[in-house]
């Protein structure tokens, strides 16, 4: 276990990272010094001033007002997907240092509630949502139009998210043992802590870090640079 | 329409509005034969321009464009 | 097909590559949401024209030419050459498309199919494979301006006709259609017709308006065809023409595209900004009303009318108003379709289709939306801005037995205006 942890939960990480990090700013440097097109692409009604703009695009990014009253279920799926996702990677910095003032407000016991709740939702949430994308890839025109990149990101994130479910329901390991792991990736001296070498959550633990590598690994080279893109796209909708 | 000439085709462009009855021209002239003809009536005025200019360019033949009656008789050779 | 010209093919991408383009291509999740946004998939359910599959075709050669992962494992995006196949799928895709983007204003992301498509057919054309009708119209046009002394007594001709119309409407004896008219403050820009001279022609003299009439139409079938080259050339007949009588407008007969491309497109494309406004006709006809320059008589149509937001002069064109303005100045009982306005659909009469007679019956089926929509307002009459869905919704006026006339909306002004002239009664189209 030691020697897959050490490869996923350490190495990987740090290659994830890296690749994320220099991928996406390579993408988007791309992007910002390809020469934007002299048509206005935009439709009407636009906003007036530039703050109106910016307002609309954030509106049309965050909450996507006109995709929600064309198909209902597929957009509260999506949403709760994304806000769930947001959620879970704020209770990751947990990882990154405790999140005192929340502690001291709710106690020790309240804070271990709190997370289980909120961990869990999103766990919920977003494995729901994968499986919704998953079950609507499988017919008819949305069958006809994925392609196998569409498959491999829901495999990915379907792992990553089953594997954190089973660390949040079933594993025993708190959130303070994984702290010192990740703390001593911070600092570029990798330990993995014996109480996560001698848990079988340690399987998990690997699993969930194996998916969450290959997906930002793979992130930069595919549809998910939306997750920067829609802001720029959505603005060209009101020039 | 001095000398009555018996086209391959003819077309009934009346009250279509322009660009239609060039439009309706250009998609019938498949259906003459090389060195056929089209008679053409049309009630647009602006067809007196557009069907001699579709012919031009697209290598055809307007053999005579006349106002007849308020009308515009055309007859269109297919060149090739 | 040749590796070669496969790659000139791909090349084509390459030079109309921009911004926004890239990012459509690259960010498009294929979530499918715009599918119920086509009016052409809603009708037919056919997946070649669902939006995000027709983007998806240019996005295959993207793949497979411009980025290292679809060079190595083509299989994950299946990506493709633009071989014979690939060209014929495209060529269905993109010249079916009216450019309404009704599936940009539902996306999650706005990605705009329509300007995916525009590349697509610089592809085909570059291939050889345009629309040959849309090739032949566009060529005709730029025929008619290459060898304008050709045509330029004609053309005239066909005025002077219109002319006498205008004197027997208005009364006045004097009454004229200007033809290059230096310094007047209006050049307006009708189409070949009659029908959309003669109207105008009244409402300017009842306006008593400095204006001059174009000797070129608005009408840009270069811009169906999709080649931008031409598509520019068959605007500066009459953008130069504006620049040369010095006039301060240029104003766009109700027609969409027209309007859009001299609006929106002209100045990207000549790199060179306009010393005049850009105007659609009925901005100007509502401001007449407004400030008193016309009158109509307010009950001049008591049968109910509705209006059709045509998709390059509303969504894509921005005006919604006005129109509704001026039927609502001289109809007793206006009632607005729904969905209206920037979520209209599309008629399905755009982007040349009804140019093209291989697609009359495809496109009239695209149109049962529409016709439904119709209905639903029990409407008598149907008013809309533009030549192509004008022709559309006679098309399925017939088809569908809706018993609607459907009418521009200067036909209703000129029957609403109060004219001296004795045949007050004459409409413009008879």
């Known amino acids: 276990m030691e020697t897959f942890l050490y490869i996923t939960a350490v190495y990987g990480v740090y290659l994830g990272i890296g690749v994320f990090v220099i991928g996406m700013a390579w993408r988007t440097y791309q992007w910002a010094t390809t020469p934007k097109s002299p048509v206005r692409l935009g439709m009407f009604p636009k906003p007036k001033t530039g703050a109106a703009r910016v307002l609309k695009m954030l509106k049309d990014t965050l909450i996507a007002p006109q995709s929600a009253r064309i198909e209902p279920l597929m957009w509260a799926f999506a949403f709760a997907f994304h806000v769930a996702a947001l959620g879970a990677f704020v209770g990751h910095g947990r990882l990154i240092h405790e999140f005192t003032p929340l502690v001291n407000w709710l106690g020790e016991d309240g804070m271990a509630t709190f997370a289980a709740w909120s961990g869990g939702t999103a766990g919920i949430l977003m494995l729901a949502a994968v499986v919704f994308w998953i079950a609507r890839r499988t017919f008819g025109p949305f069958k006809q139009l994925s392609v196998p990149e569409d498959y491999l990101l829901l495999a990915l994130l379907f792992g990553v998210i089953i594997m954190g479910d089973h660390m949040r329901f079933v594993g025993t390991i708190h959130a303070a043992t994984y702290r010192e792991w990740f703390q001593s990736l911070l600092v570029f001296k990798p330990e993995i802590p014996d109480d996560i070498l001698r848990s079988t959550t340690g399987w998990s633990l690997g699993a969930h870090m194996l998916f969450t590598d290959l997906f930002l690994i793979y992130f930069p080279f595919s549809k998910l640079v939306h997750a920067i893109g829609a802001f720029s796209a959505n603005l060209v909708r009101s020039e | 329409m001095s000398e009555e000439m018996k086209a391959d085709l003819d077309l009934d462009l009346k009250g279509l509005l322009c660009p239609m009855p060039m439009v309706k021209v250009s998609q019938n002239i498949a259906s003459v034969p090389v060195g056929g003809t089209i008679r053409a009536v049309a009630t647009d005025p602006g067809s007196m321009a557009d069907i001699p200019a579709w012919a031009k360019s697209t290598g055809n033949e307007v053999i005579s464009a006349e106002k007849v009656d308020g009308e515009f008789v055309f007859m269109v050779k297919r060149l090739k | 097909m040749e590796t070669q010209q496969m790659t000139t093919l791909a090349g084509v991408l390459d030079k109309k590559m921009n911004r926004q383009l890239k990012q459509y291509l690259d960010i498009c999740a294929r979530c499918a949401i715009c599918k119920d946004a086509c009016h052409q998939y809603v009708a037919t359910q056919d997946f070649k024209y669902l939006p995000a599959r027709r983007a998806e075709l240019i996005r295959q050669i993207y793949k497979k030419y411009f980025t290292k992962t679809g060079e190595f494992v083509p299989a994950l995006y299946e990506a493709r050459d633009p071989d014979e196949n690939l060209l014929d799928e495209l060529y269905e895709s993109a010249y079916a498309c009216t450019g309404c983007r009704r599936c940009m204003y539902y996306c999650p992301f706005s990605i705009d199919t329509a300007w995916i498509l525009s590349v697509a057919k610089a592809i085909l054309i570059a291939a050889g494979k345009g629309n040959e009708m849309l090739g032949q119209l566009a060529d005709a046009a730029l025929f008619k301006s290459d060898n304008f002394e050709m045509f330029k007594d004609v053309i005239v001709d066909g005025f002077k006709d219109i002319e006498l119309q205008v004197k027997e409407l208005t009364g006045d004896p004097d009454a004229e259609i200007p033809v290059d008219k230096q310094g007047a403050?209006?050049?307006?820009?009708?189409?070949?017709?009659?029908?959309?001279?003669?109207?105008?022609?009244?409402?300017?003299?009842?306006?008593?308006?400095?204006?001059?009439?174009?000797?070129?139409?608005?009408?840009?079938?270069?811009?169906?065809?999709?080649?931008?080259?031409?598509?520019?050339?068959?605007?500066?007949?009459?953008?130069?023409?504006?620049?040369?009588?010095?006039?301060?407008?240029?104003?766009?007969?109700?027609?969409?595209?027209?309007?859009?491309?001299?609006?929106?497109?002209?100045?990207?494309?000549?790199?060179?900004?306009?010393?005049?406004?850009?105007?659609?006709?009925?901005?100007?006809?509502?401001?007449?009303?407004?400030?008193?320059?016309?009158?109509?008589?307010?009950?001049?149509?008591?049968?109910?009318?509705?209006?059709?937001?045509?998709?390059?002069?509303?969504?894509?064109?921005?005006?919604?108003?006005?129109?509704?303005?001026?039927?609502?100045?001289?109809?007793?009982?206006?009632?607005?379709?729904?969905?209206?306005?920037?979520?209209?659909?599309?008629?399905?009469?755009?982007?040349?289709?009804?140019?093209?007679?291989?697609?009359?019956?495809?496109?009239?089926?695209?149109?049962?939306?529409?016709?439904?929509?119709?209905?639903?307002?029990?409407?008598?009459?149907?008013?809309?801005?533009?030549?192509?869905?004008?022709?559309?919704?006679?098309?399925?006026?017939?088809?569908?037995?809706?018993?609607?006339?459907?009418?521009?909306?200067?036909?209703?002004?000129?029957?609403?205006?109060?004219?001296?002239?004795?045949?007050?009664?004459?409409?413009?189209?008879?």
Not at chain 3, 221 to 249: C, P
Not at chain 3, 296 to 316: F, K, L, S
Request: contains cysteine; negative net charge.
């Open chain 3, 185 to 430: 403050d209006i050049l307006y820009v009708a189409l070949a017709g009659a029908h959309s001279i003669l109207p105008a022609a009244v409402i300017f003299h009842e306006a008593k308006a400095s204006w001059t009439l174009s000797y070129f139409e608005a009408a840009n079938y270069g811009y169906f065809f999709g080649d931008a080259v031409k598509a520019r050339q068959i605007a500066d007949r009459f953008m130069d023409e504006a620049k040369r009588l010095g006039v301060k407008e240029v104003v766009i007969t109700e027609c969409g595209h027209a309007y859009r491309v001299a609006e929106i497109f002209h100045e990207a494309w000549s790199g060179e900004k306009h010393s005049f406004k850009v105007r659609h006709i009925l901005e100007v006809i509502d401001e007449y009303i407004t400030d008193g320059r016309i009158t109509v008589r307010p009950d001049a149509i008591t049968e109910p009318v509705t209006y059709h937001d045509p998709c390059q002069v509303g969504r894509n064109g921005g005006i919604f108003e006005q129109p509704r303005n001026i039927v609502c100045a001289l109809a007793s009982d206006f009632r607005d379709m729904t969905p209206n306005r920037e979520q209209q659909w599309c008629c399905g009469g755009g982007g040349g289709l009804v140019a093209i007679s291989e697609m009359d019956e495809f496109r009239l089926k695209s149109g049962t939306i529409k016709a439904e929509q119709i209905k639903a307002t029990g409407a008598r009459i149907i008013a809309s801005p533009c030549e192509n869905c004008r022709l559309q919704m006679e098309g399925l006026n017939d088809s569908m037995e809706l018993g609607i006339e459907v009418k521009a909306i200067m036909d209703l002004v000129l029957e609403a205006m109060p004219l001296a002239g004795s045949s007050a009664k004459v409409t413009p189209t008879d």
